[in-house]
């Protein structure tokens, strides 16, 4: 099968988040798995200096406000991943993020940016493009591809089927009502049954009203989304769909985050040769300025706990500060790691400064940087007030760092709690918590903390985690049966129903 993955973001070239890890390691297992994959990307400068072999596949030329657009196509370095890239100088040669300026102000052009990104896949799939290859299936990734899924619609019956990944409902993009002559889609859609939402134009709708099969990155948060709590306003569009709308879990790239074979970190390590990992911890207390103690290994000393994590507030990090200096007091070091909110960016390096020794943040994105922390803390917390998957629990799971998680959406489908009965029946792999309240937060911590003055207990707990499978072979599986679904019902979606 022929699989086109379209998407803003892939690592290792432009990452803001999770999205990118998935739509960089998902491929490889599908085409592992015998599919014929490519990917469709902006031709960002990061893009087009990293692939290689480019060289253009049909010289597009004006649309979308840019005069000069031409299709590449080249491969994914360090792998032989066909990768087709919009070379639109005007649209995508910038500094600055995929979706913001150096300002973190919002490209006032994102709606061209991103309709250009749809409408190149749609007409990929309608075999107008490469006159050597044809997708069977395109599978657009969050709202940056979600008009792939309406051009498709609107040219009428292809050989392709569209796939939809929600991979975080929060974000919709949304434009004035006024830009939609600019995205040359008829008016049959421009209505609260097509792509409109409360006077407003939203590509998140063009994906959930046109796709032919929508899938969301958990279980919990696909039924999580269909509620009025969680479904940003769009609860009514994803009832609608009904069993269209499915969850699959992701997986993690086991080379990527790997302890054993990590390059990134102090001292290899894995289940059977724990003490690298202490080697790590003591590295990590020594890099940071943190106070450093001996007793790491028996259980004793600090409880060292790590956040890796965009600072806004889906993740529940105002928690996180709120319960930090009673945790200070209790003998838990933090190492903090992330980028966002300027608001949240002082409150933890106020934190920093109140806690000498104890608390350590680090205002910025590094890759490095986050591996190291990975594998040299105790616990991972991810406090989330939702999370569609989240990817820095299962990281650290495979790195025997213990996640302390809120349970909800894909956190609560990948931690199983240390209850009694859990810890009782082996089944138990991290700590989770329900309010949304540095109370729960804190009590979640204190048993971590109770708990790993049980040596021999809490390294059972952390052999659980490092022994879970999160590969994406599964996952790559469930897809294919999926995309087999989606190719039966193609063209059924009437864009009939709720608004
Ligand atoms: P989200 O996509 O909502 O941000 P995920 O948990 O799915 O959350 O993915 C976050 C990804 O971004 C992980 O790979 C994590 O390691 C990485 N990450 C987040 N913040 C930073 C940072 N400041 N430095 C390095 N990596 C980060
Ligand atoms: C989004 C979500 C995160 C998820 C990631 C990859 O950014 O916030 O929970 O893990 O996408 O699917």
Redesign the pocket.
């Known amino acids: 099968m022929r699989l086109l993955h379209v998407a803003a973001e892939v690592f290792p070239l432009v990452?803001t988040?999770?999205?990118a890890?998935v739509v960089a390691a998902l491929p490889v297992a599908q085409a592992e798995q015998g599919a014929d994959v490519r990917l469709l990307l902006p031709g960002y400068p990061a893009v087009l200096e990293a692939v290689q072999g480019a060289r253009t596949i049909i010289d597009i030329g004006a649309c979308f406000g840019a005069l000069r657009v031409r299709l590449l196509l080249a491969r994914m370095p360090g792998s032989k991943l066909p990768v087709y890239v919009i070379d639109a100088p005007y649209l995508y040669r910038r500094d600055g993020s995929p979706y913001q300026n150096l300002q973190g102000e919002e490209w006032p052009d994102n709606l061209q940016r991103f309709a250009l990104l749809g409408w190149v896949a749609a007409h990929l799939a309608a075999d107008d493009a490469d006159p050597l290859w044809v997708p069977d299936i395109v599978h657009a990734h969050d709202w940056h591809a979600a008009l792939a899924c309406a051009y498709m619609a609107e040219h009428g019956p292809t050989r392709a089927a569209s796939v939809y990944t929600v991979?975080?409902l929060a974000f919709q993009g949304l434009f004035p009502m006024h830009d939609w002559p600019a995205l040359g889609l008829g008016s049959r859609l421009m209505s609260p049954t097509g792509l409109e939402f409360h006077g407003q134009l939203s590509f998140m709708k063009a994906g959930l009203k046109c796709a032919d099969r929508i899938t969301t990155v958990s279980p919990s948060y696909a039924r999580e989304i269909a509620t009025h709590e969680f479904g940003c306003g769009l609860d009514g569009v994803i009832r609608g769909r009904g069993a269209d709308v499915v969850g699959v879990l992701n997986g993690i790239d086991p080379a990527l985050w790997n302890p054993a074979t990590d390059p990134a970190i102090a001292t290899r390590f894995d289940a059977e040769r724990l003490a690298g990992k202490h080697a790590c911890r003591l590295a990590l207390q020594a890099e940071l300025g943190l106070q450093a103690d001996e007793g790491g290994e028996a259980g004793q000393g600090s409880l060292l706990l790590t956040v890796?994590?965009?600072l806004t507030a889906?993740k529940g990090l105002d928690l996180v500060l709120a319960a930090l200096p009673e945790l200070v007091r209790a003998g838990v070091q933090f190492a903090v790691?992330?980028?966002g909110e300027p608001a949240l960016e002082a409150a933890f390096r106020m934190a920093q400064q109140a806690h000498p020794g104890r608390v350590h943040v680090h205002i910025?994105?590094?890759?490095a940087?986050?591996h190291r922390l990975m594998a040299g803390a105790d616990v991972i917390a991810v406090p989330s007030r939702f999370e569609p998957?989240?990817?820095?629990q299962l990281?650290g799971l495979r790195y025997g760092t213990v996640p302390v998680v809120r349970r909800v959406g894909g956190l609560a489908d990948t931690v199983v709690d240390a209850s009694p009965a859990a810890l009782a029946d082996g089944s138990a792999t991290g700590f989770s918590f329900d309010a949304a309240t540095p109370a729960a937060f804190e009590r979640c911590v204190r048993r971590a903390l109770e708990l790993r003055a049980h040596p021999a207990a809490w390294q059972a707990l952390m052999a659980r985690g490092m022994a879970q499978n999160y590969s994406w072979q599964g996952p790559a599986q469930r897809y294919a049966a999926l995309y087999e679904e989606a190719l039966g019902q193609r063209g059924r979606v009437g864009l009939v129903g709720a608004g």
């Open positions: 990452k988040g999770g999205l890890d991979h975080n890796i994590s965009r889906q790691q992330g980028t910025g994105y590094d890759e940087r986050a998957c989240g990817l820095t990281y």
